[in-house]
């Protein structure tokens, strides 16, 4: 029986009725297997994996709705119900992984004769047993539990804070210079006769990129970087600690230390060296470049004496139109975000040898949500929902989300894109952020034909998954590329010198861009292994440290900072991959970029085996070598 993508509810259907529904199926399906695991009956390596299977299946689908769903849905009632199973799902698969009887029952099993997949499922699930405390005494394995349970309920009131709390600043009619017509006609004065702004992407980042009057930019920042002040900073504070609890109760010294056990890095002491190492490369390109943002500044304003993070953006702007007359203005015309998102989707589909089937009458959570289901060959991978649009009650971010795992043989992979982006023209710098998003999804299909769910899809190391995405965004910046979807109102194609101004000023100012990637790993993982009283001032600090901008009054970024969740300490991961997208990137063809051989390739050796290598074997499969920091470098300075 041929297999078909999840079946939503219609917009206007019973969610909440379907919600509970879905996910209490699964969760039932997950107990099946964990009581079958327990009857007793004689089973061979390959049939006890076999029903450990069922159970990932069944408990990583309800975790992947609920993150999804928890973020998206317009309905607060069912986004409420998605976190309570989150909760429950994360429990539940605690209690499976810290079972006494299981562990037993697999550590017995003889490996012999196994499948290459599943022996190496095999050996995870023997890690992943010990890293969950199962050899800890009854007592200390539900203290385990316990702050688990506890962590993730804070991570989602964490996450929550930020997305609900929409702050906005009013200003005089005035104060809009600079800012695109269209933007300025979207935003009309109030009977006040003044203008509302809020800390929504498409009115922030116009806003700190082409506002002249400084202090309003400095004014919407602020406010931006206060959201969910001062709330987070208690649940961080509580979070950091309950970390730190957990690693020492597993036998770690510090929560970073137990988080890197399943990364590339395995070990804090990499992740520090990594950070020593990337801080000495990139400081003095990121003091150069902020010599060359503050002229610019001055040169428009005399009396500005520092360039904060209010006033990067436009500094930015303000080079990019002196030194390699690129107004990103320009660009927008031939960005239209339909063309866009068509664009994309024709690309990879050359790429990949993907093809893409909009389903116009597809069950979705709100109706401005595309859908796709996706196939290789003729062979369905699955379906994609892109929601692009903001909305109340909606991820702020943009990001990747899973929906359901896919299963060879089982069950298709279902996954989202939650973005924010503007219903108008992009800026190249938000379709920057599509592809990479969009890199996610491709990944995800495409090594989504795994007999574990455990080893499908995006299942290799986390401080790798940023590496495929950080890769797809250099199609972004190709002429060839963008001209087969990039036309103005007319059908002309953005002009080839266009873009290669717009990537020789792209070039320019990746020294302060890293600079300030690295506060923010700083603060990621600092944070957790010095846990200090004061967090606003620790963060203070290692902005001077990392940092070469300067600092803003009244700035408390810690607490809108939502890696601080999913990522925790690690997210130094962004830069990680960057180094090794870097290396990957060197091997294709700049003139080629559709270059089917190299695409298939690298479609091939590192997308589709998913979890079943080691991440730096995927890349060496690639490469013919290990990843090296010299194409990194070569990219921080623009060659």
Not at 333 to 358: H, P, W
Not at 456 to 480: C, H, K, R, Y
Not at 574 to 586: G, P, T
Request: with cysteine; proline share 4%; glycine share 6%.
């Amino acid at each position: 029986m041929p297999l078909s993508p999840l079946e939503l509810p219609a917009v206007d259907a019973d969610w909440l009725g379907w919600a509970e529904a879905h996910t209490r199926a699964l969760i039932d399906g997950f107990h099946a297997s964990v009581a079958a695991l327990k009857d007793g009956s004689p089973r061979s390596a390959a049939e006890v994996l076999a029903l450990w299977n069922d159970g990932d299946m069944a408990i990583g689908d309800v975790a992947a709705a609920s993150e999804l769903l928890s973020e998206v849905h317009p309905d607060e009632a069912v986004r409420k119900l998605f976190e309570d199973r989150a909760r429950e799902a994360d429990r539940l698969a605690t209690e499976r992984q810290q079972d006494t009887e299981l562990y037993e029952l697999v550590a017995a099993l003889e490996p012999a004769g196994l499948s290459t997949e599943a022996s190496r499922r095999l050996t995870r699930l023997l890690r992943d047993f010990r890293l969950a405390g199962v050899h800890l005494p009854a007592e200390t394995r539900a203290e385990v539990a316990a702050l688990d349970e506890r962590i993730t309920e804070l991570s989602q009131d964490f996450s929550r804070n930020i997305r609900d709390d929409v702050r906005s600043v009013r200003l005089a009619p005035e104060r809009l210079a600079g800012l695109p017509a269209d933007w300025i006609a979207a935003h009309p004065v109030d009977e006040d006769g003044l203008v509302t702004v809020t800390t929504d992407y498409p009115d922030l980042v116009p806003f700190r990129t082409y506002a002249v009057d400084a202090d309003a930019r400095r004014e919407l920042t602020i406010a931006s970087q206060n959201r969910a002040w001062p709330t987070n900073d208690g649940i961080l504070a509580e979070l950091l600690e309950l970390r730190a609890q957990k690693a020492a109760l597993l036998g770690f010294g510090s929560w970073a230390e137990l988080d890197s056990q399943t990364k590339m890095t395995g070990s804090a002491a990499a992740i520090e060296e990594f950070i020593a190492r990337l801080h000495e490369t990139v400081a003095p390109q990121a003091q150069a470049d902020y010599a060359v943002l503050l002229a610019a500044l001055q040169k428009e304003d005399p009396t500005q004496a520092s360039v904060d993070f209010s006033a990067n953006m436009h500094a930015l702007e303000l080079v990019r139109r002196a030194e390699f007359d690129v107004d990103t203005q320009l660009a927008r015309r031939y960005l239209d975000i339909a063309k866009v998102r068509q664009g994309l989707l024709d690309v990879t589909s050359r790429l990949f040898g993907l093809q893409y089937s909009e389903v116009a009458d597809a069950p979705r959570w709100h109706p401005e949500v595309h859908v796709y289901d996706v196939a290789a060959g003729g062979a369905p991978l699955g379906r994609i929902y892109l929601d692009l649009h903001p909305r109340d009650g909606k991820f702020k971010h943009a990001a990747a989300f899973g929906l359901q795992q896919g299963v060879a043989g089982r069950q298709l992979a279902s996954a989202a894109l939650a973005c924010n982006f503007n219903r108008g023209p992009l800026l190249h710098s938000e379709v920057v952020t599509l592809f990479h998003e969009f890199g996610h999804l491709v990944h995800q299909l495409i090594a989504s034909r795994h007999e574990f769910a455990a080893l499908s899809g995006i299942t290799t190391e986390w401080d790798f998954v940023e590496a495929p995405s950080q890769l797809f965004e250099e199609w972004a910046w190709d002429a060839g590329v963008l001209q087969t979807f990039a036309t103005d109102d007319d059908g002309a194609p953005i002009p080839a010198d266009l873009v290669e101004r717009m990537r020789a000023a792209n070039a320019f100012g990746r020294g302060q861009a890293v600079a300030r990637q690295l506060y923010y790993t700083a603060v990621s993982y600092f944070l957790h292994r010095d846990r200090p009283a004061d967090r606003t001032e620790y963060a203070r600090r290692l902005q001077a440290e990392y940092d070469v901008l300067a600092p803003l009054p009244d700035d408390h970024q810690h607490v809108s900072f939502g890696h601080l969740t999913g990522y925790s300490s690690a997210y130094y991961t962004y830069m990680w991959s960057k180094v090794i997208a870097a290396d990957l990137f060197a091997s294709f063809d700049r003139d080629d970029m559709f270059d089917e051989a190299a695409a298939h390739r690298y479609r091939d050796l590192v997308l589709a085996p998913g979890g079943t290598k080691d991440a730096a074997e995927l890349v060496e499969d690639f490469l013919g070598r290990p990843y090296a920091f010299g194409a990194f470098g070569d990219w921080l300075a623009g060659k």
